[in-house]
């Protein structure tokens, strides 16, 4: 019986070497795209989510069309970032070991240019690349894409939705206008179908399922919170899944390192990712996160895009998007190769209109769901413990030296008293931190709901804060959680106190403490954005704010357990002092940093 590859027309050399990373059958993107795109005569469109094995779609009819024996750029790969830029490449590389003389570089920011430009010149014939790096080598003149055949666009609305619009004109501007293009993309808003058009000349089109909705395997839920409690509720919900191994998502660089100090501190494996790391701290964080030696990756949407790691459980969404699209890629880093998932969002009452919103976009409807109750917790942990007892693989051979001496040390104890005395080892911590636990879920708001849009809560009266005017709108690609992180990197004042956000076309309109707005003026005295001069003024349609919001409150409204340590698999150990009053965050003012081979425009 022959292998499925080779009857979609891929040759034993390839197939051979897709065989032994595991590729038995093709899925369903890779069934219906190979034999058109073998063709190597159409523009192509693929609609298709996350984790449905898109690389391979693609990457093996390039390796059939190209030829290896010449030594010069026949396809490019564009896609959004760093880690996708690494992943396609080392997949193709894999793909195509059996093949002789083939060569694929990545380019990417973020790593030495040099080492980029000496492997372009021994000779390539793929090369993937982030689009900032790729325009940073073409203004030095260091490749030549006159002969490139084929141009693939990896992840069309996420390069889309990171500003590289100009800077994909640009590249494309210097390959031959024969060439073919194929587009992949998770969703097909407007501006991918214009990309389409402009780049596309009647191409094919592939939608796996329906376009813009999610995967099927994924089970989607939502708590309903009150801001001040949303950070014990998100360590409950963890606390109630020993097994979790998860991506938390939040709005904001400043937020996302806030919650993942805290989680630290509180014992729990948890390590941030986000716009302000160097290359080589991401690459420390991403490590540890595939040996699953941390079991939460806090990240933001821009950081988190390409991900690829397998087995995640889970993907909690500790602020909901701004973009709708972008909760289809949150929630598509779970479930990935066939495989289940839970995606969880922690709103309050404000933002159930936010969720009908995307239960509409994505044809899937929520789940309510309810914040565990402190027993609830404490039981599903104790359960989490036995049953990790009764399947831990025991080595016999090593064991046994020690075995007279455990024996003896428990010569007064019944069996009964054994499994209750390891059993209270985690236990007793868990039952400490859990007494008397306040419920935190809130009754839905059904008049809450009707209000479709989400509002950044504040703290204070209504005379505590001043609206301030900012010439930065949404034609500068700006939505309002890249307003709030860009405004909070310039000034330093921590996100928690900022109010209301309004982003108009050209210019939008942020809600600061009194208090604070001295410090905003002063932080933008010579800041300029894309070569224009930013400037601030108090809103002219009255000092003071009009309209009132909720608290935001803390988000470590939650726990101090510093002197125990939560292990991969969920369990406490150690004694420890967890309340669930206190606690808080430090403010983080760092100043924004330009990383143009990786984004141009966002925050």
Request: glycine letters at 10%; a neutral charge; proline letters at 3%.
């Amino acid at each position: 019986m022959n292998n499925p590859f080779i009857e979609l027309g891929i040759r034993h050399d390839i197939v051979n070497a897709i065989t032994e990373l595991g590729f038995e059958n093709p899925t369903p993107i890779q069934e219906q795209s190979i034999p058109v795109l073998l063709t190597g005569s159409n523009d192509f469109v693929g609609l298709a989510q996350t984790g449905t094995g898109k690389t391979a779609a693609f990457g093996l009819p390039l390796l059939e069309l190209l030829d290896f024996e010449e030594n010069y750029p026949q396809a490019l790969v564009l896609c959004p970032t760093r880690e996708l830029c690494l992943q396609i490449t080392n997949d193709l590389k894999n793909y195509s070991k059996n093949l002789k003389n083939a060569n694929v570089v990545a380019v990417y920011g973020g790593a030495s240019i040099s080492d980029q430009l000496r492997q372009i010149k021994r000779g390539v014939q793929i090369v993937v690349a982030t689009p900032g790096r790729m325009l940073d080598i073409l203004d030095r003149k260091a490749i030549d894409f006159s002969q490139v055949q084929y141009v693939v666009l990896d992840e069309a609305d996420e390069m889309l939705n990171m500003g590289f619009q100009e800077d994909i004109d640009s590249i494309l501007s210097n390959t031959p206008e024969d060439k073919k293009t194929w587009l992949f993309s998770a969703t097909m808003p407007a501006e991918v179908r214009r990309i389409s058009k402009k780049y596309m000349t009647d191409p094919y089109e592939l939608t796996m399922g329906t376009k813009n909705t999610g995967n099927a395997n994924i089970e989607h839920e939502y708590y309903i919170v009150r801001a001040r409690d949303k950070y014990a509720a998100f360590k409950r919900i963890v606390d109630f899944n020993p097994e979790i191994f998860g991506i938390v998502f939040c709005r904001t660089k400043i937020e996302t390192q806030e919650i993942a100090e805290s989680l630290v501190k509180d014992g729990y494996n948890a390590d941030a990712l986000h716009g302000d790391l160097s290359q080589q701290q991401r690459d420390k964080v991403m490590k540890r996160y595939r040996e699953r030696s941390l079991q939460l990756l806090i990240a933001t949407d821009v950081a988190a895009r390409g991900i690829d790691v397998n087995d995640v459980t889970h993907v909690i969404n500790y602020s909901l998007p701004d973009e709708i699209e972008n909760y289809t890629h949150r929630s598509g880093r779970t479930a990935r190769a066939g495989k289940s998932g839970v995606s969880i969002s922690i709103v309050n009452s404000k933002e159930i209109g936010k969720i009908r919103q995307i239960e509409r976009v994505i044809g899937k409807k929520f789940i309510k769901g309810e914040i565990p109750t402190g027993f609830d917790v404490c039981e599903k942990q104790l359960f989490g413990l036995i049953h990790k007892v009764h399947n831990v693989e025991v080595n016999e051979q090593q064991i046994e030296q020690y075995l007279p001496r455990i024996m003896d040390e428990f010569a007064d104890l019944s069996k009964e008293d054994v499994i209750k005395r390891f059993a209270s080892i985690e236990f007793n911590s868990f039952l400490e931190y859990y007494k008397n636990a306040p419920d935190l879920n809130v009754p839905e708001d059904t008049r809450a709901s009707r209000d479709g849009g989400e509002k950044f809560p504040r703290t204070g009266n209504r005379s505590d804060f001043t609206r301030l005017f900012i010439n930065l709108g949404s034609v500068d690609g700006f939505s309002r959680g890249d307003i709030l992180g860009y405004f909070c990197n310039q000034t330093g004042i921590s996100g928690r106190t900022i109010g209301k956000i309004d982003v108009k076309g050209v210019y939008s309109f942020i809600e600061v403490a009194n208090g604070d707005v001295d410090t905003a003026f002063n932080a933008f005295k010579s800041v300029e954005n894309h070569g224009r001069q930013v400037r601030i003024e108090i809103s002219a349609d009255g000092d003071r704010v009009s309209n009132r919001g909720e608290g935001r409150g803390s988000f470590a409204g939650g726990s101090n357990y510093r002197s125990g340590r939560r292990e991969g698999g969920g369990g406490f150990r150690g004694n420890s002092d967890r309340n669930n009053n206190g606690g808080g965050f430090r403010d983080f003012s760092g100043k924004r940093r330009e990383d143009r081979g990786e984004r141009r425009k966002k925050y």
